[in-house]
């Protein structure tokens, strides 16, 4: 059984991953902790807790964490370039709410803490689907219980590819680029899963989208709520299409069965204001003397990742 602790900005990719680990046998997600990202973390709260309700699996506890990045507000403002791809709710604008369920009472940084030091070491990993600003001021407060992690698993960066947020950088570090700079920097197991590995074969086409949505509730429930992030792949890749970033990350994560190019390198965190601001910059060809501090996943298995998907979404 793995055990693991979701740390999300719940939009609608987010959703599918977390349905994803909802419905592995394999799995165990002890809490979800909240931050802001693709929208802000109240409605991030909602969202998870919605995604619970639709994955009609078990309950995990959910804690609101940090409502900003490090050093500032989320930045939502438009700008060239950038599409809002999960609408304003983050869920496709489909009115979507919980019935039921509500946060949890506690703060996500004290809880996640709390945890992993009431757990025997090396037994919990964290799968990160969005700014790393609360894993960023765990590691502050309270850097011992934070050592007890198994792993950190990051959907973050251009891995050995292309941004999608500027040439060199991917949405997630590049949102809070300092927080990811602190995780980077901790001296625990990491694994970027970065935006490269959920494109070419790895991104579900037309057919495939069309067979997920008849595949039960779950599965057209994971279409519908990524309606604009498809709108937006179309545009983007000239065709129907979706690039399932944290669904990528939480498959490399929890079954890794799926991964197929994952390599470990010397990285480091540009914070800087000029335009690489938020790359994660890689040592592919291992220019640096220091030692590899991050393992790099810039490629899944397509047929064994899609039919881990179809597996853990079919609601069979």
């Known amino acids: 059984m793995v055990n693991i602790i979701v740390d999300t900005d719940c939009g609608s990719d987010d959703a599918v991953a977390i349905a994803m680990a909802l419905n592995d046998p394999n799995v165990n997600i002890l809490m979800a902790t909240i931050c802001a990202g693709n929208v802000p973390v109240q409605q991030a709260a909602i969202n998870c807790l919605t995604t619970i309700e639709w994955s009609k699996s078990y309950e995990f506890p959910v804690y609101i964490g940090c409502e900003n990045m490090l050093m500032g507000p989320l930045d939502f403002s438009p700008k060239p370039g950038r599409i809002k791809v999960h609408g304003e709710d983050g869920m496709g604008d489909l009115g979507l709410l919980p019935k039921r369920l509500k946060v949890s009472e506690g703060n996500a940084i004290f809880k996640m803490c709390e945890c992993l030091r009431e757990n025997p070491e090396n037994t919990i990993e964290i799968v990160t689907l969005g700014p790393l600003t609360n894993i960023a001021v765990a590691m502050r407060y309270d850097p011992e219980a934070m050592k007890r992690v198994k792993r950190i698993s990051i959907m973050g960066s251009a891995g050995l590819g292309t941004g999608n947020v500027s040439p060199v950088a991917e949405a997630n570090i590049w ?141 069979k």
């Open 175 to 315: 949102h809070d680029a300092e927080a990811a700079k602190i995780v980077l920097e901790f001296g625990v197991p990491l694994m970027f899963v970065g935006w490269d590995a959920c494109l070419g074969d790895a991104m579900l086409e037309k057919d495939e989208l069309d067979r997920l949505s008849a595949a039960g509730p779950l599965g057209k429930f994971s279409v519908d709520i990524n309606r604009f992030l498809i709108e937006a792949d179309s545009k983007r890749f000239g065709r129907p299409c979706f690039d399932m970033a944290d669904p990528a990350a939480m498959a490399a994560a929890i079954y890794p069965e799926c991964i197929e190019e994952a390599e470990d390198f010397y990285c480091q965190m540009d914070i800087s204001h000029g335009p690489s601001h938020g790359s994660l910059i890689v040592d592919k060809f291992h220019f640096s003397p220091n030692k590899p501090n991050a393992c790099i996943c810039s490629k899944l298995k397509a047929d064994v990742y899609k039919e881990y998907v179809f597996r853990t979404l079919s609601g």
